[in-house]
């Protein structure tokens, strides 16, 4: 399965996330338009997330973020995370997890803007956001 152009007037964002406990966090994003032209891209390392799944929250409510400073009209969301995209799904009343304050803003987000979706696409859909992230990571300096 390869990425495939999202409709006319959509932004695709896939965002990604990467940790390794002597370096901190990656987090990758990429936007594209509907003609398949990257009109944002982001590597970018932190110190922040102490766990890969906190890292991909990160990675997406950074991308969610940018879409809002954007203002992009409609944005499909991929992840390649089916842990992140199910806990999404879930009540955050029914959300326990440690992982549970992570999503809320992110949670906070979908909800408010129904022009954003959300869904699960495989690994190899994800690759770009993913080497982004995994760049971040490994050309971070050592903690």
């Not at 009343?93 to 549970?100: P, Q």
Request: charged share 15%; aromatic share 8%; glycine share 8%.
């Amino acid at each position: 399965m390869t990425w495939s152009c999202p409709p006319s007037g959509t932004v695709t964002l896939n965002t990604d996330g990467s940790y390794a406990a002597d370096c901190g966090a990656g987090i990758g994003i990429v936007a594209r338009d509907s003609l398949g032209q990257v009109i944002y891209g982001l590597a970018q390392h932190s110190t922040g997330p102490t766990e890969a799944e906190f890292a991909k929250h990160s990675a997406l409510l950074a991308g969610l973020q940018l879409a809002l400073d954007h203002g992009w009209p409609r944005v499909l969301v991929e992840k390649d995370s089916t842990h992140t995209v199910n806990m999404l799904g879930w009540s955050p009343l029914s959300d326990l997890s440690i992982f549970g304050p992570s999503l809320e803003p992110i949670r906070d987000i979908l909800t408010a803007h129904p022009h954003i979706h959300l869904w699960f696409i495989p690994r190899s859909v994800n690759r770009i956001a993913h080497m982004l992230a995994s760049w971040a990571l490994h050309y971070c300096p050592r903690l």
